[in-house]
Protein backbone atom coordinates (compact mmCIF):
# COMPACT_ATOMS: atom_id res chain seq x y z
CA UNK A 1 0.00 0.00 0.00
CA UNK A 2 1.26 3.36 -1.33
CA UNK A 3 1.75 5.03 2.33
CA UNK A 4 1.03 8.69 0.94
CA UNK A 5 -2.11 7.94 -0.65
CA UNK A 6 -2.94 6.52 2.62
CA UNK A 7 -2.22 9.40 4.18
CA UNK A 8 -4.25 11.40 1.35
CA UNK A 9 -7.25 9.06 2.06
CA UNK A 10 -6.73 9.89 5.65
CA UNK A 11 -6.79 13.46 5.35
CA UNK A 12 -10.28 13.47 3.14
CA UNK A 13 -12.23 11.57 5.59
CA UNK A 14 -10.70 12.59 8.83
CA UNK A 15 -10.25 16.55 7.91
CA UNK A 16 -11.95 17.38 5.24
CA UNK A 17 -14.91 15.76 6.43
CA UNK A 18 -13.75 14.88 10.04
CA UNK A 19 -16.52 12.19 10.01
CA UNK A 20 -17.32 11.06 13.79
CA UNK A 21 -18.74 7.85 15.27
CA UNK A 22 -22.93 7.51 14.34
CA UNK A 23 -22.80 9.80 11.03
CA UNK A 24 -23.92 8.58 7.43
CA UNK A 25 -21.50 9.65 4.98
CA UNK A 26 -22.35 10.26 0.81
CA UNK A 27 -19.35 9.28 -1.47
CA UNK A 28 -19.27 11.02 -5.11
CA UNK A 29 -16.80 9.55 -7.43
CA UNK A 30 -15.71 9.07 -10.95
CA UNK A 31 -16.07 5.41 -11.46
CA UNK A 32 -12.03 6.07 -12.74
CA UNK A 33 -10.94 6.43 -9.19
CA UNK A 34 -12.97 3.48 -7.89
CA UNK A 35 -10.18 2.70 -5.40
CA UNK A 36 -9.75 6.27 -3.43
CA UNK A 37 -13.63 5.77 -2.85
CA UNK A 38 -13.52 2.28 -1.73
CA UNK A 39 -10.26 3.58 0.63
CA UNK A 40 -12.69 6.53 1.87
CA UNK A 41 -15.40 4.10 2.70
CA UNK A 42 -12.79 1.69 4.93
CA UNK A 43 -11.69 4.30 6.75
CA UNK A 44 -15.23 6.20 7.20
CA UNK A 45 -16.35 3.26 8.93
CA UNK A 46 -13.11 2.73 10.92
CA UNK A 47 -13.79 6.36 12.15
CA UNK A 48 -17.18 4.73 13.51
CA UNK A 49 -19.31 6.22 10.47
CA UNK A 50 -23.20 4.68 10.53
CA UNK A 51 -23.32 4.04 7.00
CA UNK A 52 -21.73 4.97 3.72
CA UNK A 53 -23.30 5.33 0.54
CA UNK A 54 -20.94 5.73 -2.67
CA UNK A 55 -22.30 7.73 -5.70
CA UNK A 56 -20.57 6.49 -8.83
CA UNK A 57 -20.20 9.34 -11.73
CA UNK A 58 -18.70 8.53 -15.17
CA UNK A 59 -17.89 11.21 -17.76
CA UNK A 60 -16.77 9.34 -20.57
CA UNK A 61 -20.60 8.16 -20.44
CA UNK A 62 -22.29 11.37 -20.35
CA UNK A 63 -19.87 13.13 -23.30
CA UNK A 64 -21.34 9.52 -25.21
CA UNK A 65 -24.80 10.74 -24.11
CA UNK A 66 -24.52 14.60 -24.79
CA UNK A 67 -23.09 13.68 -28.40
CA UNK A 68 -26.10 10.85 -29.46
CA UNK A 69 -28.85 10.88 -27.39
CA UNK A 70 -31.82 12.85 -29.30
CA UNK A 71 -32.68 16.64 -28.02
CA UNK A 72 -35.55 15.71 -26.05
CA UNK A 73 -33.15 13.82 -23.44
CA UNK A 74 -32.18 17.12 -22.42
CA UNK A 75 -33.13 18.89 -19.52
CA UNK A 76 -36.16 16.80 -18.18
CA UNK A 77 -35.96 16.45 -14.36
CA UNK A 78 -36.11 13.00 -13.27
CA UNK A 79 -38.02 12.22 -9.85
CA UNK A 80 -35.65 8.94 -8.77
CA UNK A 81 -32.99 11.68 -8.53
CA UNK A 82 -35.00 14.34 -6.77
CA UNK A 83 -35.55 11.01 -4.31
CA UNK A 84 -32.43 10.49 -4.23
CA UNK A 85 -31.35 14.18 -3.24
CA UNK A 86 -34.52 14.66 -0.71
CA UNK A 87 -33.39 11.40 0.86
CA UNK A 88 -29.79 12.19 1.57
CA UNK A 89 -30.87 15.76 2.67
CA UNK A 90 -33.07 14.34 5.23
CA UNK A 91 -31.22 11.44 6.44
CA UNK A 92 -28.35 14.15 6.94
CA UNK A 93 -25.86 12.49 5.22
CA UNK A 94 -22.16 14.26 5.39
CA UNK A 95 -20.42 14.23 1.62
CA UNK A 96 -17.05 13.40 -0.08
CA UNK A 97 -16.77 14.33 -2.91
CA UNK A 98 -14.10 13.24 -5.20
CA UNK A 99 -13.67 15.81 -8.44
CA UNK A 100 -11.56 14.36 -11.19
CA UNK A 101 -12.79 15.77 -14.47
CA UNK A 102 -11.15 15.30 -17.98
CA UNK A 103 -10.59 19.07 -18.33
CA UNK A 104 -11.72 18.81 -22.46
CA UNK A 105 -14.43 15.99 -21.64
CA UNK A 106 -17.46 18.36 -23.16
CA UNK A 107 -15.30 19.89 -25.91
CA UNK A 108 -17.26 19.93 -29.22
CA UNK A 109 -20.43 19.42 -27.19
CA UNK A 110 -23.44 21.60 -28.18
CA UNK A 111 -23.27 24.08 -25.13
CA UNK A 112 -27.19 24.49 -25.29
CA UNK A 113 -27.54 21.05 -24.20
CA UNK A 114 -25.12 21.37 -21.51
CA UNK A 115 -26.90 23.94 -20.02
CA UNK A 116 -30.00 22.31 -20.16
CA UNK A 117 -28.60 19.39 -18.33
CA UNK A 118 -26.85 21.68 -15.80
CA UNK A 119 -29.63 23.70 -15.43
CA UNK A 120 -31.70 20.83 -14.45
CA UNK A 121 -28.95 19.46 -12.24
CA UNK A 122 -28.52 22.44 -10.52
CA UNK A 123 -32.33 22.28 -9.67
CA UNK A 124 -32.46 18.79 -8.37
CA UNK A 125 -29.11 19.36 -6.22
CA UNK A 126 -30.65 22.31 -4.74
CA UNK A 127 -31.61 21.44 -1.39
CA UNK A 128 -27.90 19.24 -0.88
CA UNK A 129 -26.07 22.64 -2.01
CA UNK A 130 -28.64 24.59 0.50
CA UNK A 131 -27.18 21.93 3.38
CA UNK A 132 -23.73 22.84 1.70
CA UNK A 133 -23.98 26.51 1.25
CA UNK A 134 -25.13 26.47 4.80
CA UNK A 135 -22.57 24.51 6.21
CA UNK A 136 -25.15 22.61 7.69
CA UNK A 137 -23.03 19.08 6.87
CA UNK A 138 -19.80 18.75 6.59
CA UNK A 139 -18.25 17.98 3.77
CA UNK A 140 -15.39 18.11 1.40
CA UNK A 141 -13.87 18.56 -1.86
CA UNK A 142 -11.05 16.57 -3.20
CA UNK A 143 -9.70 15.54 -6.26
CA UNK A 144 -7.57 12.25 -7.63
CA UNK A 145 -5.89 12.47 -10.87
CA UNK A 146 -7.16 10.31 -13.98
CA UNK A 147 -5.03 9.63 -16.82
CA UNK A 148 -7.04 12.21 -18.84
CA UNK A 149 -6.10 14.94 -16.61
CA UNK A 150 -2.54 14.44 -15.98
CA UNK A 151 -1.91 14.43 -19.64
CA UNK A 152 -3.63 17.58 -20.19
CA UNK A 153 -1.53 19.05 -17.22
CA UNK A 154 1.48 17.16 -18.18
CA UNK A 155 1.53 17.03 -21.71
CA UNK A 156 5.05 16.10 -22.27
CA UNK A 157 4.64 13.19 -20.44
CA UNK A 158 6.03 9.80 -22.51
CA UNK A 159 3.17 7.44 -20.87
CA UNK A 160 0.01 7.76 -18.84
CA UNK A 161 2.13 6.38 -15.88
CA UNK A 162 4.36 9.02 -16.00
CA UNK A 163 1.68 11.65 -15.92
CA UNK A 164 0.00 9.85 -13.42
CA UNK A 165 3.32 9.66 -11.25
CA UNK A 166 3.62 13.73 -11.71
CA UNK A 167 0.20 14.63 -10.69
CA UNK A 168 -0.08 12.28 -7.75
CA UNK A 169 3.85 13.91 -6.87
CA UNK A 170 2.30 17.16 -7.54
CA UNK A 171 -1.15 16.85 -5.62
CA UNK A 172 0.83 15.70 -2.74
CA UNK A 173 3.37 18.41 -2.39
CA UNK A 174 0.23 20.96 -2.84
CA UNK A 175 -1.94 19.49 0.15
CA UNK A 176 1.29 18.93 2.63
CA UNK A 177 1.50 14.77 2.00
CA UNK A 178 4.76 14.09 2.43
CA UNK A 179 6.44 10.80 3.83
CA UNK A 180 8.10 12.44 6.75
CA UNK A 181 5.38 14.47 8.29
CA UNK A 182 1.95 13.84 9.99
CA UNK A 183 -0.56 15.20 7.41
CA UNK A 184 -3.39 15.25 9.72
CA UNK A 185 -0.65 17.29 12.06
CA UNK A 186 0.71 19.98 9.53
CA UNK A 187 -3.53 20.52 7.97
CA UNK A 188 -3.93 21.32 11.79
CA UNK A 189 -0.93 23.66 11.64
CA UNK A 190 -2.07 25.19 8.34
CA UNK A 191 -5.56 25.80 9.66
CA UNK A 192 -4.45 27.73 12.77
CA UNK A 193 -2.28 29.87 10.18
CA UNK A 194 -5.41 30.82 8.34
CA UNK A 195 -7.84 31.12 10.95
CA UNK A 196 -5.78 34.18 12.54
CA UNK A 197 -5.81 36.16 9.06
CA UNK A 198 -9.52 35.63 9.02
CA UNK A 199 -9.68 37.04 12.52
CA UNK A 200 -7.27 39.79 11.90
CA UNK A 201 -9.56 41.01 9.06
CA UNK A 202 -12.59 40.37 10.85
CA UNK A 203 -11.31 42.82 13.79
CA UNK A 204 -10.71 45.64 11.35
CA UNK A 205 -14.26 45.15 9.52
CA UNK A 206 -13.22 46.73 6.39
CA UNK A 207 -15.71 48.65 4.48
CA UNK A 208 -14.12 48.74 1.57
CA UNK A 209 -11.06 46.56 -0.23
CA UNK A 210 -9.15 48.21 -2.94
CA UNK A 211 -7.23 45.85 -5.71
CA UNK A 212 -4.64 47.26 -7.97
CA UNK A 213 -1.68 45.82 -9.94
CA UNK A 214 0.53 46.62 -12.69
CA UNK A 215 -1.64 44.49 -15.23
CA UNK A 216 -4.64 47.05 -14.83
CA UNK A 217 -6.78 46.08 -12.05
CA UNK A 218 -8.05 48.63 -10.05
CA UNK A 219 -10.80 47.99 -8.22
CA UNK A 220 -13.07 48.92 -5.47
CA UNK A 221 -14.99 46.87 -3.65
CA UNK A 222 -17.75 47.50 -0.60
CA UNK A 223 -18.22 44.43 2.17
CA UNK A 224 -21.67 43.98 3.40
CA UNK A 225 -22.47 45.03 6.89
CA UNK A 226 -21.88 41.98 9.01
CA UNK A 227 -19.62 40.14 6.75
CA UNK A 228 -17.72 36.72 7.58
CA UNK A 229 -14.20 36.29 6.60
CA UNK A 230 -14.00 32.41 6.34
CA UNK A 231 -11.15 30.08 6.28
CA UNK A 232 -10.89 26.81 6.66
CA UNK A 233 -11.49 24.75 9.10
CA UNK A 234 -15.38 25.75 9.72
CA UNK A 235 -17.56 24.52 12.42
CA UNK A 236 -20.77 22.82 10.93
CA UNK A 237 -24.17 23.06 12.34
CA UNK A 238 -23.20 19.14 13.34
CA UNK A 239 -21.16 20.99 15.96
CA UNK A 240 -17.84 19.08 14.01
CA UNK A 241 -15.06 21.07 12.16
CA UNK A 242 -14.55 20.33 8.75
CA UNK A 243 -12.06 21.97 5.67
CA UNK A 244 -14.55 22.12 2.85
CA UNK A 245 -11.64 22.20 -0.08
CA UNK A 246 -8.98 20.46 0.27
CA UNK A 247 -6.32 21.93 -0.60
CA UNK A 248 -7.41 25.49 0.43
CA UNK A 249 -5.24 28.23 1.29
CA UNK A 250 -7.94 31.45 0.91
CA UNK A 251 -9.74 33.22 3.28
CA UNK A 252 -13.08 34.37 1.83
CA UNK A 253 -16.67 36.60 2.28
CA UNK A 254 -19.32 38.18 0.16
CA UNK A 255 -18.55 41.13 -1.28
CA UNK A 256 -21.62 43.56 -1.37
CA UNK A 257 -23.50 42.87 -4.27
CA UNK A 258 -24.29 46.41 -5.58
CA UNK A 259 -20.91 47.47 -4.30
CA UNK A 260 -18.05 47.10 -6.90
CA UNK A 261 -16.77 49.22 -9.08
CA UNK A 262 -13.91 49.28 -11.55
CA UNK A 263 -11.96 47.21 -13.54
CA UNK A 264 -10.42 43.58 -13.07
CA UNK A 265 -8.18 41.67 -15.05
CA UNK A 266 -7.88 37.93 -14.68
CA UNK A 267 -4.14 36.52 -14.23
CA UNK A 268 -4.72 32.97 -15.25
CA UNK A 269 -6.79 30.97 -18.07
CA UNK A 270 -10.66 29.83 -16.86
CA UNK A 271 -11.81 26.67 -18.03
CA UNK A 272 -15.64 26.61 -18.62
CA UNK A 273 -17.66 23.83 -20.47
CA UNK A 274 -14.26 22.14 -21.99
CA UNK A 275 -13.17 25.44 -23.43
CA UNK A 276 -10.48 27.75 -22.56
CA UNK A 277 -11.11 31.36 -21.48
CA UNK A 278 -7.97 33.55 -21.40
CA UNK A 279 -6.85 37.08 -20.98
CA UNK A 280 -10.66 38.60 -19.82
CA UNK A 281 -11.16 41.18 -17.72
CA UNK A 282 -14.30 43.19 -16.17
CA UNK A 283 -15.88 46.51 -15.50
CA UNK A 284 -18.36 47.04 -12.47
CA UNK A 285 -20.47 49.48 -12.33
CA UNK A 286 -22.79 49.04 -8.99
CA UNK A 287 -21.90 45.55 -8.57
CA UNK A 288 -22.93 44.29 -12.24
CA UNK A 289 -20.65 43.28 -14.90
CA UNK A 290 -21.14 46.08 -17.46
CA UNK A 291 -18.03 45.62 -20.24
CA UNK A 292 -15.50 42.38 -20.54
CA UNK A 293 -13.60 41.26 -22.95
CA UNK A 294 -11.49 38.16 -23.32
CA UNK A 295 -8.24 37.50 -25.99
CA UNK A 296 -9.47 33.97 -26.48
CA UNK A 297 -13.05 32.36 -25.58
CA UNK A 298 -15.16 35.69 -25.35
CA UNK A 299 -17.74 33.88 -26.82
CA UNK A 300 -17.83 31.49 -23.83
CA UNK A 301 -17.35 34.22 -21.18
CA UNK A 302 -20.94 36.10 -22.51
CA UNK A 303 -22.65 32.38 -21.96
CA UNK A 304 -20.99 32.44 -18.50
CA UNK A 305 -22.80 35.76 -17.79
CA UNK A 306 -25.76 35.04 -18.72
CA UNK A 307 -26.45 31.32 -18.17
CA UNK A 308 -28.35 32.06 -15.10
CA UNK A 309 -29.82 34.97 -13.04
CA UNK A 310 -26.98 37.39 -10.92
CA UNK A 311 -24.22 35.13 -12.87
CA UNK A 312 -23.32 38.81 -13.63
CA UNK A 313 -22.48 39.89 -10.25
CA UNK A 314 -20.14 38.52 -7.61
CA UNK A 315 -20.95 36.27 -4.86
CA UNK A 316 -17.30 35.77 -3.20
CA UNK A 317 -13.77 37.53 -2.83
CA UNK A 318 -11.16 35.60 -1.48
CA UNK A 319 -7.59 35.92 -0.61
CA UNK A 320 -4.53 33.62 -1.18
CA UNK A 321 -1.22 34.62 -0.98
CA UNK A 322 1.00 34.28 -3.91
CA UNK A 323 3.70 31.94 -2.30
CA UNK A 324 1.05 29.48 -2.00
CA UNK A 325 2.32 25.82 -2.43
CA UNK A 326 0.27 25.59 -5.22
CA UNK A 327 1.31 29.29 -6.78
CA UNK A 328 5.05 27.71 -6.11
CA UNK A 329 3.94 24.82 -8.43
CA UNK A 330 4.14 26.97 -11.12
CA UNK A 331 1.46 24.39 -12.61
CA UNK A 332 -1.35 25.27 -14.48
CA UNK A 333 -4.06 22.90 -13.33
CA UNK A 334 -6.91 23.10 -15.54
CA UNK A 335 -9.01 22.12 -11.99
CA UNK A 336 -10.56 25.32 -10.33
CA UNK A 337 -10.07 23.64 -6.86
CA UNK A 338 -6.28 23.87 -7.32
CA UNK A 339 -5.84 26.78 -9.52
CA UNK A 340 -8.40 28.85 -7.61
CA UNK A 341 -5.91 28.29 -4.71
CA UNK A 342 -2.93 29.72 -6.45
CA UNK A 343 -4.18 33.45 -6.55
CA UNK A 344 -6.89 35.69 -4.77
CA UNK A 345 -9.80 35.47 -6.96
CA UNK A 346 -13.15 36.44 -7.26
CA UNK A 347 -16.13 34.51 -8.03
CA UNK A 348 -19.21 35.83 -10.37
CA UNK A 349 -22.58 34.10 -9.05
CA UNK A 350 -23.73 32.69 -6.02
CA UNK A 351 -22.46 33.94 -2.28
CA UNK A 352 -22.39 31.67 0.32
CA UNK A 353 -24.95 32.71 3.39
CA UNK A 354 -22.72 31.76 6.02
CA UNK A 355 -20.50 34.44 4.56
CA UNK A 356 -23.11 37.56 5.86
CA UNK A 357 -24.16 37.26 9.86
CA UNK A 358 -28.15 36.41 9.76
CA UNK A 359 -28.31 35.71 6.25
CA UNK A 360 -28.27 31.70 6.93
CA UNK A 361 -32.04 30.87 5.97
CA UNK A 362 -33.23 33.99 4.63
CA UNK A 363 -34.90 33.31 1.07
CA UNK A 364 -33.32 34.20 -1.93
CA UNK A 365 -35.17 38.03 -2.51
CA UNK A 366 -34.11 38.73 0.87
CA UNK A 367 -30.61 37.46 0.20
CA UNK A 368 -30.46 39.81 -2.95
CA UNK A 369 -32.14 42.62 -1.23
CA UNK A 370 -29.31 42.70 1.51
CA UNK A 371 -26.53 42.55 -0.72
CA UNK A 372 -25.86 38.53 -0.70
CA UNK A 373 -25.71 37.62 -4.45
CA UNK A 374 -28.25 34.72 -5.01
CA UNK A 375 -27.25 32.94 -8.20
CA UNK A 376 -27.38 29.13 -9.82
CA UNK A 377 -23.52 29.62 -10.79
CA UNK A 378 -20.58 30.31 -8.60
CA UNK A 379 -17.67 30.91 -11.03
CA UNK A 380 -14.22 31.49 -9.47
CA UNK A 381 -11.92 33.33 -11.55
CA UNK A 382 -8.24 34.11 -10.64
CA UNK A 383 -6.59 37.79 -10.50
CA UNK A 384 -4.20 37.60 -8.09
CA UNK A 385 -0.34 38.48 -9.14
CA UNK A 386 2.69 38.70 -7.39
CA UNK A 387 2.61 42.69 -7.44
CA UNK A 388 -1.27 42.93 -6.23
CA UNK A 389 -1.64 45.25 -3.32
CA UNK A 390 -4.92 44.98 -1.24
CA UNK A 391 -5.62 48.40 1.02
CA UNK A 392 -8.65 47.58 3.42
CA UNK A 393 -10.73 50.95 4.49
CA UNK A 394 -12.56 50.67 7.89
CA UNK A 395 -15.75 52.65 8.70
CA UNK A 396 -14.02 55.37 9.78
CA UNK A 397 -11.48 55.55 6.88
CA UNK A 398 -8.45 54.12 8.24
CA UNK A 399 -6.56 52.87 5.16
CA UNK A 400 -4.57 49.60 5.69
CA UNK A 401 -2.67 47.52 4.34
CA UNK A 402 -3.66 43.81 3.36
CA UNK A 403 -1.71 42.80 1.08
CA UNK A 404 1.68 44.24 -0.70
CA UNK A 405 3.66 42.26 -3.41
CA UNK A 406 1.33 39.88 -3.85
CA UNK A 407 1.54 38.73 0.08
CA UNK A 408 -0.38 38.90 3.68
CA UNK A 409 0.83 42.24 5.28
CA UNK A 410 -2.25 42.23 8.13
ZN1 LIG B 1 -12.79 30.57 -3.36
ZN1 LIG C 1 -15.64 30.01 -5.02
New binding site residues.
Given amino acids: MNDKLQKYVKLAVNVGVNIQKGQKLLIRCPVDCAYFARMAMEEAYKAGAQDVQIQWGDEISARVNYLLAPDSNFGIEVEWEKARVRHMVDEGYNMLVVYASDPEILKGVDIERIQKNQKVAAQTAKPLRDKVASSAIQWCLISVPTAAWAKKVFPSAKSDDEAMTLMWDAIYAATRVDDDTDAVQNWQTHIDIMQNKAAALMAHNFKHLRFKNSLGTDLEMALPEGHIWVACGEEAATGHNFVANIPTE?V?TAPLRTGTNGIVYATKPYVYMGDVIEGFWFKFKDGKVVDHGAKKGGQLLQKMLTTHPNADYLG?V?LVPHSSPISQSGILWYNTLYD?NASC?L?LGNAYPYTVKGAVGKTEDELNAMGVNQSLSHE?FMMGSADMSIIGVTHDGKEVAVFKQGEWAI
Fill in positions: EFEAEHAD
